[in-house]
């Protein structure tokens, strides 16, 4: 199995902004995933985050809006950068393990 | 391309009733199927899985079956209850070099007692 924390879990932010999310791991793993949970949507992926190399993107996300780093294999960051309110989503990072998905608890994001 | 689909919500159901939540999927290879859950103020985690064709996967009373000849997952579960008041999404996985999962938009469940 494998324990994802996942800050802040939740934050009111002023359109303009950027916010850093933090995703930390308890074990190694090769590939981390952000998604985006839009109000009445299904999971979109937004990115693959591999360390020692960049992200790899979803179609209709780009790295100056949503940069991501992977300095380690127990840590990854995803930055929602330059947020309108339509940035307002929860954020959820993910890991496999054995073929299971291990889920953050997730951040809520209101850009106001 | 992959994709899935599942039934919109919500679904109002009454305690003890007979649960049907309908998936469908379009995948390319031969994809692993899954039901994860996402209980109120809770993170997503996995409810079930089935890995190839004929398999059914199980936990907590739900049920679905690897169904590859209508390309279907549906969860069934034959006696809700209260706690199983949640969303539930549909996914698949298809283990290649982009290996990652695409998800269903979600079915939101409403037992009422």
């Known amino acids: 199995s494998a324990v994802i924390s996942q800050k802040p879990s939740r934050d009111i932010c002023q359109r303009g902004t950027s916010l850093t999310i933090q995703c930390q791991v308890d074990s190694q793993v090769t590939m981390m995933f952000w998604y985006r949970q839009q109000p009445g949507q299904s999971l979109t992926l937004i990115a693959t985050a591999n360390q020692g190399s960049e992200a790899t993107y979803e179609s209709g996300f780009v790295i100056d809006k949503f940069p991501i780093s992977r300095p380690n294999l127990t840590f990854s960051t995803l930055t929602v950068s330059n947020m309108s309110p339509e940035d307002s989503s929860i954020y959820l990072c993910?890991?496999?393990?054995?073929?299971?998905?291990?889920f953050g608890q997730g951040t809520r994001l209101t850009v106001v | 391309g992959n994709s899935v689909t599942q039934m919109e919500g919500p679904v109002t159901l009454s305690e003890e009733a007979f649960l049907t939540i309908n998936c469908t999927y379009t995948a390319t290879g031969y994809p692993s199927l899954f039901w994860y859950v996402q209980y109120p103020g809770e993170g997503l985690q996995l409810l079930l899985k089935?890995?190839?064709?004929?398999d059914k996967g199980s936990n907590k009373g739900f049920e679905a079956t690897y169904r590859k000849e209508t390309t279907s997952f549906h969860l069934e579960k034959g006696s809700v209850q209260v706690s199983d008041s949640a969303v539930y999404f549909c996914?698949?996985?298809?283990?290649?070099?982009?290996?990652?999962?695409?998800f269903g938009k979600g079915t939101r469940l409403h037992i009422l007692p």
């Open positions: 089935a890995t190839k064709a004929d």
């Open positions: 996914a698949l996985e298809v283990l290649n070099r982009d290996d990652k999962i695409i």
């Open positions: 993910s890991v496999f393990k054995a073929t299971e998905a291990f």
